[in-house]
């Protein structure tokens, strides 16, 4: 997908000369250029207004502040178990959704997209009826001394809930993208299952994997609804940055607004890192 | 650059919040007033009663909550959220709403006082004493100390750390027992309903709102307890003042303190 879009690109960089080229395709594209504008606007203002209000210092102050830093840690170790549960667990389904066909499987898909409609404090809710101490399997793991809620794995349950259909979709259609006859004749040469996956369709898919992963990971950050009602709050153990906004929204507002700020650009730098290391890889690949 | 942006926002604001006055003044002239009163998450069940009551009272009247924290609702306000009447669950937010010249510095009256008790699930019974609010292994979940009834509950457990029976480790053993600090007060009577935490401390008001069957109340003795002193006011920009001024008599009123009761509250003019 991406490897076309790169060729669109050079195709018509070399169409036209740098200078005069350039301005007749800005021209060209004037009209669409306008009507993308308000939605950009709409998104990228409010961020501003956000950064804006938050000056420097006051974040680089707050960063060395104990229940800021303990949330940023908790945040980041929470949200890269989550991606890594996700990748581990979620890439076999999305291998059998992609490949194969059996009955219930529309049921499956659409099981699959309802964490994305569920608003997540019903995640919340759900998650407590399950593993919670009077829960259908909670009752069970209390018996065995296993209690889920108010705990970090609490937080990563409530995030893999809500976060894990953005991997396992994208990683579906990245693998249902590879042709199927290059696994087939992997498989006529003898390699197994999981030599198949690693030398053939991993390497084709592995943009649309990554940027689902990217996703899922972004979404894991920013959890909020689902992670307060399942997991409580408690600084170190289940606040993450969203939860200490919450609350910091309800002392003062610059207190909010300076982790908001530190979210944003946190968020911003990585997934501008991650897309830039994906594109570097794949116009590497395209040289070699 | 950050001038020109910030001029976008506000003439956007100004577009967004004319679209809404109109939207108001044509509903009005249909012969229908909308009074809007915020109120805090506590108020709920109380103040939907009144709401109604006050809406049978007043014919083409039509009475609008918004519950949240009482934090939340003061910074809706400030940043332009409409209003008419507000309840807060504390006078901390209540001196917020005057410094940001939403409400009149005479404004406030106190209207009912409410006061904290320890909360526990009814099957489940690990905590059946103050004392066992200390004990090691029970679970505990408090409101946030952001939340005026966290506020009141670290002043209960150093009210309570002076009482040589409980011991002056008391509040440190409590706050050793906490899993959780919930944003809300009514998050932490559901945890407790729903029997994830051994004991929460909340207001009398939402004890009484609990199902009984699964929620049992241990009383906080006076000499530890704190009271929570409500103050309402009408918002200074009010369209529509006498409207506003009626409610606030009616919250008052006999029948008004007599709902606020039902709901667990302690009308004022009572002593505690």
Same mark, same amino acid.
């Given at each position: ?18 200078? $005069? ?9 004037? %009209? ?61 389904? $999305? ?49 065995? %001394? ?12 409530? &995030? ?119 594109? &570097? ?8 | ?31 229908? &007033? ?41 910074? &809706? ?23 940001? %010249? ?166 004022? %003019?009572?002593?505690?």
């Amino acid at each position: 997908m991406m490897q076309t879009q790169v060729e669109e690109i050079s195709t018509s960089e070399v169409a036209y000369t740098p200078s $005069a080229g350039r301005r007749t395709r800005y021209l060209r594209h004037l %009209g669409l250029i306008i009507a993308s504008a308000p939605m950009v606007l709409f998104l990228a203002i409010p961020m501003i207004a956000l950064v804006a209000q938050a000056p420097l210092e006051e974040i680089i102050a707050r960063l060395t502040d104990r229940q800021v830093s303990m949330a940023i840690a908790l945040s980041v170790y929470t949200t890269i178990t989550t991606t890594c549960v996700t990748v581990a667990l979620g890439t076999p389904l $999305a291998y059998l959704m992609a490949r194969y066909r059996f009955r219930g499987k529309k049921m499956l898909d659409t099981l699959i997209d309802l964490p994305l409609v569920l608003p997540p404090s019903a995640a919340g809710i759900a998650l407590l009826l399950t593993f919670g101490r009077h829960g259908i399997l909670g009752e069970r793991l209390a018996d065995l %001394g296993l209690q889920i809620p108010f705990t970090p794995l609490a937080v990563v349950l409530a &995030q893999t809930f809500v976060s894990a259909p953005f991997y396992i979709r994208a990683t579906m259609n990245g693998i249902a993208s590879v042709d199927s006859s290059l696994e087939e004749a992997g498989m006529v040469d003898g390699a197994g299952t999981l030599r198949l996956f690693w030398n053939i369709t991993f390497p084709l898919a592995r943009v649309a994997m990554i940027s689902g992963a990217i996703m899922t990971w972004a979404r894991a950050l920013g959890e909020f609804g689902a992670t307060i009602i399942f997991a409580g709050n408690f600084p170190g153990r289940t606040q993450t940055i969203p939860i200490a906004i919450y609350l910091g929204f309800n002392i003062n507002l610059e207190s909010a607004v300076v982790l908001s700020s530190i979210l944003l650009c946190a968020s911003f730098g990585v997934i501008m890192i991650v897309k830039w290391a994906l594109k &570097q890889s794949v116009t590497r690949a395209d040289i070699y | 650059m950050c001038s020109q942006l910030r001029y976008l926002l506000l003439s956007a604001l100004l577009v967004l919040t004319l679209g809404c006055g109109t939207g108001g003044i044509g509903s009005s002239s249909s012969g229908s &007033q909308t009074l809007t009163v915020f109120a805090a998450a506590s108020l709920t069940g109380a103040f939907t009663q009144i709401g109604k009551e006050f809406e049978a009272a007043h014919q083409g009247v039509k009475v609008v909550n918004s519950f949240a924290g009482s934090q939340d609702l003061v910074e &809706q306000m400030h940043q332009g959220a409409p209003a008419d009447v507000f309840a807060s669950a504390d006078e901390k937010n209540m001196q917020k709403a005057i410094d940001y %010249g939403l409400v009149e510095k005479d404004s406030p009256r106190t209207f009912v006082r409410n006061h904290l008790v320890v909360v526990t699930p009814r099957d489940d019974q690990k905590v059946r004493s103050l004392e066992d609010l200390s004990a090691p292994g029970a679970k505990v979940v408090l409101a946030s100390q952001e939340v005026p009834v966290g506020n009141y509950t670290m002043q209960f457990l150093d009210l309570a750390s002076r009482d040589p029976q409980l011991g002056n480790d008391f509040k440190q053993k409590v706050l050793a027992n906490v899993v959780s600090y919930e944003d809300n007060v009514k998050a932490v009577l559901q945890k407790v309903t729903l029997g994830e935490a051994d004991a929460g401390v909340v207001y009398s008001s939402d004890a009484a709102t609990a199902p009984r069957d699964k929620v049992s109340t241990i009383e906080i003795p006076d000499a530890y307890n704190v009271t929570a002193s409500y103050p309402i006011a009408i918002i200074k920009n009010s369209k529509q003042g006498d409207l506003a001024r009626q409610y606030v008599e009616f919250v008052l009123s006999a029948r008004g303190q007599t709902i606020l009761k039902q709901y667990g509250f302690i009308p004022v %003019g009572k002593a505690k």
